[in-house]
């Protein structure tokens, strides 16, 4: 049997537990300690027990300071982890108490109630109510009953069904992607936004959740113009404002209307959200309404001997608007005398009648011929025509006019607009957009994992049966010319009513509320999703929209949602505003389709989706098919989309605030990174493919700040982003030890890195010594093909200035190991005047000083320099060293034919440096060099010194032991003068360390001829090229030179430093270059 442990808190009895202040004090800590926001929950059910027991705790709280133990025995092995991590029954009642509610529905209800809850039950719905019937409310709406009768009448039943398949299956493959991803974990709200931005990072998620808000937004316009057409149109055609019978008259009616219509829904959205979700089920049930009652009239055109309630005038081959025909006939009999009908009065004028009126006969036909009626046959093809483009019956005798009356086609009905294929599918698609409404009330439902996939792919197949089934019947039982009339002017009804059975009001009615009820939707969903966005706080100008009233409601949402559904209001047009919310639905499916294909092909651990149905295959399919749909639908509506969607991506990426949410793109980009080392790896670099992969050496300062961030800028400049930069640090010492000053100096790299505008990775070491610590970055810096090829560090000018040679060491051994491994190294002299990134060089010259050829590191380090905005403007030398026996003139001509081929743009000279005698100034510095590094040897601490110095620990080691008995037996003077203190041996040793240095200075004489010859040349070298050097270069912006390497023999190390500094005598701003072995510049293409 399973053992069950549990820990009661320990009262102190003699304490007086009993007592109100004791029993505070003996409180065991709760969960919410560690789980914040559980701490009002666990307050709240501690005062509200009736026993007066409180909540068993592991943690005991024993005195003010919080200090934490764990009192008890079955789990004692682990009570040093409890202050960090809690005890798996404490999580697993943290998530039992975990409720995720649809953000600004049910919190804003109770606040509006007023009712204050800690814990808000919340009801859970079942697939049926919580998924398919608000997925089946937002896909079936206003096109469905405006515009689908007219689409299948313009392009026919074959592309119509094209049409709708291709939007049906766009949405289909989207479900099984949004699926896939919101059963892989809990959905909170935001939907689709969250889904993107989880998965594909902050930067995707901001710009495709802002897209699917203005998608939502525009939704809204969508949905209120549909309310106020069929207001204007269909009930109550006489309450216009514009009384002209003109276009543009109806479509400022529209824009008045539709105004006043958005300001009285954000009323009632801004007053109670809980009136729009009571009337959802209302709205609802009118669209199921509107769509049984045109089932009911499909079937009754099956009835034998059906009468049709509709009829359609044709005068020749062209449809009349039904609201001025009487009677369909030029001449009618009243009272036993034929008369003319009213027909004369719109077509006659003056006793003048339209010729196309008097040349053709009228005729009437049936609206709805039904199924059996074989019109299936004319409406199989499409009729697409330019605007104005009369509507007429094909196969129809009819006689043209030979003069077109213009001012007559007012009574005819044509199109108002030009028609083609791409047009519609913008149209339609935003009838088969809404399949997101599932996954934002994943909070609400019983079992989320599984309604959100089962409840949307099955209210996609709903309905689309219900769209493709709705084009083949209304191809198969309306009259084509009525199929065209797009406002049903030819039956004065909606078409769609004009099928309906038992009467066109319940289509009227049905799709009045059904608009209504979108917009309000659209209007309370649009604010929240922007809130969600704003609170995220991934966009900072928006962070004024993740404010409210008290209760949540998004209020400065709202303000700026109306203000956008505006825009689409005074466009005025469906045709006009659809394809721009097509557009955005169609980015926001897109990357829920990346997403998802993402997720499956990193196959990171935490991608566990319950459901099971999807392939990476079908996410690309979908992906693909809606990239298409945005070009088929409009083209330059989808780039003014993709670049507000790139614009938003490239301010979140550099001002919106750093989220890490574990999202795919990271990964995606951690295996592109694996596989690019790889792939560099196992191929050698070529040398067209060589730049500078550098390692810059830094130092800290006691604060753990970079000494030297010059050394930063000038990197920056050398490499203007491109290729491998890694800045590094050592700090001596153990790891245990220093490893939060390590932590400290990292942060204090990158923010040097990030105001120097140095863009790449640092790091800092902890090392026994600093020795070891260069030699293994040196050595282990870097992964795979993205190692270091250079190494960047400053002179250390105070070498000069310690008495220790750990500096001098350090240096020279960082010079031997970038030898040994292969890599270039750069030395700058007075870091610290080199320009930063904010100034500009406004003439000068960088000048390359070639004396010796290691690899052509030279020439391209200026080359990438010039390329910074610092550098731009100064010009590039290069010299050369000519000895006596070469010829100057023909190295000029040979380097400058050199220079060319490498498409450098410099000057060349040619410095010829005769054999000279070796000067007496030469033997000045060598003299000087060797006197102080026999000074140097001499100056180190002696032995007797060392046998002092351990005396004096000794002393220091055993005088806390006799210290009380030296004061018993009263220690006299002599004791202390016997003993050799800290004070006295620094006092002598200093003595005799400034009586030896004035002593060796005078008695050391200029004996010239005893001094190391190889030390005289070098000495002479330096000397005279540093002349050289000095003359030619004393006012350039930089100079570069050949760094000679250090001496084999290790005895030499201390003039090597020497050599250097008479190399570098006199010059303001040196870069010493030392290559690496191999060429690294090339003359090929």
């Known amino acids: 049997m399973p053992t069950n442990f549990t820990v009661v808190p320990v009262e102190d009895v003699e304490d007086g537990s009993n007592s109100p202040a004791a029993s505070e004090e003996n409180k065991p800590i709760s969960l919410g300690k560690i789980f914040q926001d559980q701490e009002n929950v666990d307050n709240l059910q501690e005062s509200h027990s009736d026993d007066g027991q409180q909540e068993s705790s592991p943690f005991i709280s024993l005195d003010n300071d919080e200090e934490q133990s764990y009192d008890g025995k079955n789990m004692a092995l682990y009570e040093e982890e409890m202050d960090s991590t809690p005890m798996v029954s404490s999580l697993l009642n943290k998530l039992a108490n975990y409720t995720n509610l649809t953000q600004g529905v049910r919190e804003h209800e109770e606040a509006e109630d007023g009712a204050t809850r800690v814990t808000v039950m919340v009801p859970q719905m079942g697939t049926f109510i919580g998924v398919y019937l608000p997925c089946m409310q937002n896909i079936l709406g206003v096109i469905l009953f405006l515009r689908l009768t007219w689409i299948v009448g313009t392009a026919g039943i074959l592309e119509s069904f094209a049409i709708v398949?291709?939007?049906?299956?766009?949405?289909?493959?989207?479900?099984?992607?949004?699926?896939?991803?919101?059963?892989?974990?809990?959905?909170?709200?935001?939907?689709?936004?969250?889904?993107?931005?989880?998965s594909l990072g902050p930067e995707f998620g901001g710009a495709v959740g802002l897209c699917f808000y203005l998608g939502t937004t525009f939704a809204g316009s969508l949905y209120i113009l549909g309310t106020i057409e069929i207001l204007?149109?269909?009930?109550?055609?006489?309450?216009?404002?514009?009384?002209?019978?003109?276009?543009e008259a109806m479509l400022n009616n529209i824009r008045v209307y539709g105004t006043c219509c958005l300001i009285l829904m954000a009323l009632v959205v801004f007053v109670g959200v809980k009136y729009v979700n009571k009337l959802a089920l209302v709205f609802l049930s009118c669209v199921i309404l509107s769509i049984m009652a045109t089932y009911a009239g499909v079937i009754k055109t099956l009835i034998p001997l059906n009468q049709s309630e509709f009829n359609v005038c044709l005068l020749g081959n062209r449809s009349l608007r039904g609201e001025m025909i009487q009677s369909c006939s030029k001449m009618e009999v009243v009272k036993n005398v034929s008369v003319r009908t009213n027909l004369w009065d719109f077509f006659c004028t003056n006793e003048t009648c339209d010729e196309y009126f008097l040349l053709n006969n009228l005729t009437e036909i049936k609206a709805i011929p039904g199924l059996l009626s074989g019109i299936i046959k004319e409406n199989l093809w499409s009729h697409y025509g330019p605007a104005g483009t009369m509507i007429e019956k094909e196969n129809h005798y009819s006689v043209p006019a030979q003069v077109p009356s213009n001012d007559k086609n007012k009574y005819f009905v044509f199109n108002d607009i030009t028609t083609y294929f791409t047009l519609l599918v913008g149209i339609y698609f935003p009838s088969v957009t809404g399949i997101m409404a599932g996954s934002n009330r994943s909070g609400d439902l019983r079992d989320a994992q599984r309604s959100i996939p089962t409840g949307t792919i099955l209210a996609i197949l709903t309905t689309s049966f219900v769209y493709i089934s709705f084009v083949v019947l209304f191809g198969a039982c309306i009259e084509g010319v009525v199929l065209r009339d797009k406002f049903g002017y030819s039956v004065n009804n909606p078409v769609i009513g004009a099928l309906a059975w038992p009467s066109p009001s319940v289509i009227v009615i049905g799709s009045f509320f059904s608009c209504c009820g979108a917009g309000l939707q659209s209007l309370t969903g649009a604010p929240r999703l922007l809130q969600a966005i704003a609170r995220d706080g991934i966009i900072p100008f928006l962070h004024v929209f993740g404010h409210g009233k008290a209760n949540g409601e998004p209020t400065w949402a709202l303000l700026l949602t109306v203000g956008i559904c505006e825009i689409g209001i005074l466009i005025a047009s469906l045709e006009e505003v659809a394809p721009i919310l097509s557009m955005f639905f169609l980015m926001c499916y897109l990357f829920v389709n990346l997403a998802c294909a993402v997720q499956t092909l990193l196959r990171t651990p935490n991608w566990r989706p319950r459901f099971k149905f999807y392939h990476w295959t079908l996410s690309f399919l979908g992906m693909s098919l809606c990239l298409s749909l945005m070009f088929i639908c409009s083209w330059y509506y989808a780039l003014v989309a993709m670049l507000i969607a790139s614009c938003i991506y490239k301010y979140i990426e550099y001002r919106g605030a750093v989220k890490e949410w574990g999202d795919g793109i990271r990964g995606l980009s951690l295996n592109a990174a694996r596989y690019a080392l790889v792939r560099l790896e196992e191929v050698p670099l070529h040398t067209k493919n060589w730049r500078p992969q550098v390692l810059v050496l830094c130092k800290l300062d006691a604060d753990l700040s970079v000494k030297h961030p010059r050394l930063l800028s000038f990197t920056s400049q050398l490499k203007a982003g491109k290729g491998l930069t890694i800045v590094c640090s050592v700090l001596e010492g153990t790891y245990m030890n220093l490893k939060e000053n390590a932590k400290t100096g990292e942060q204090n790299l990158k923010q040097a890195m990030a105001a120097e505008k140095t863009k790449g990775f640092s790091h800092v070491i902890v090392s026994s010594s600093l020795r070891d610590g260069f030699s293994i970055l040196i050595q282990s810096a870097g992964l795979g093909g993205m190692k270091h090829n250079t190494v960047l560090m400053a002179w250390p000018a105070a070498w000069t200035q310690h008495r220790e040679s750990s500096a001098r060491r350090n240096f020279i051994e960082t010079v031997r190991e970038t030898t040994a491994a292969q890599q270039a190294l750069l030395v700058a002299k007075n870091i610290d005047s080199f320009p930063d990134n904010h100034e500009r060089l406004k003439e000068g010259t960088i000048d390359v000083w070639w004396i010796v050829h290691d690899g052509g590191l030279l020439m391209l380090l200026p080359f990438l320099l010039i390329q910074h905005k610092v550098w731009r403007k100064c010009k590039m030398r290069i010299f050369t060293v000519a000895q006596m026996d070469d010829n100057s003139i023909r190295m000029k001509k040979d380097l400058q034919k050199f220079v060319y081929e490498l498409r450098l743009d410099a000057e060349v000279e040619v410095v010829e440096m005769h054999e000279s005698d070796i000067s007496a100034f030469t033997y000045e510095k060598t003299l000087v060099m060797e006197q102080r590094s026999q000074m140097l040897k001499q100056m180190q601490l002696s032995r007797t010194e060392r046998e002092r110095e351990a005396q004096l620990i000794h002393d220091r080691n055993t005088a806390s032991h006799s210290s009380m008995s030296d004061k018993a037996a009263g220690a006299t003077s002599d004791h202390v003068h016997?003993?050799?203190?800290?004070?006295?041996?620094?006092?002598?040793?200093?003595?005799?360390?400034?009586?030896?240095?004035?002593?060796?200075?005078?008695?050391?004489?200029?004996?010239?001829e005893n001094l190391n010859q190889t030390n005289v040349r070098r000495m002479h070298t330096a000397v005279k090229l540093n002349e050289v050097v000095v003359r030619k270069s004393k006012d350039s912006e930089l100079v570069l030179l050949n760094m000679p390497g250090p001496p084999k023999n290790k005895k030499g190390d201390d003039n090597y430093m020497e050599f250097l500094e008479v190399l570098m005598e006199g010059l303001d701003r040196v870069l010493l270059v030392r290559g690496g072995g191999r060429e690294v510049i090339t003359i090929y293409s």
Do not use: H
């Open 165 to 198: 398949f291709m939007c049906c299956v766009c949405t289909f493959l989207t479900a099984i992607s949004m699926s896939a991803i919101a059963t892989n974990g809990v959905v909170p709200a935001g939907g689709s936004y969250y889904m993107i931005s989880r």
């Open 978 to 1008: 016997m003993t050799w203190t800290k004070d006295k041996l620094i006092n002598e040793r200093n003595k005799q360390r400034e009586g030896m240095a004035v002593k060796d200075m005078f008695n050391m004489r200029p004996e010239w």
């Open 232 to 247: 204007l149109i269909y009930i109550v055609p006489t309450a216009t404002v514009f009384k002209e019978s003109n276009n």
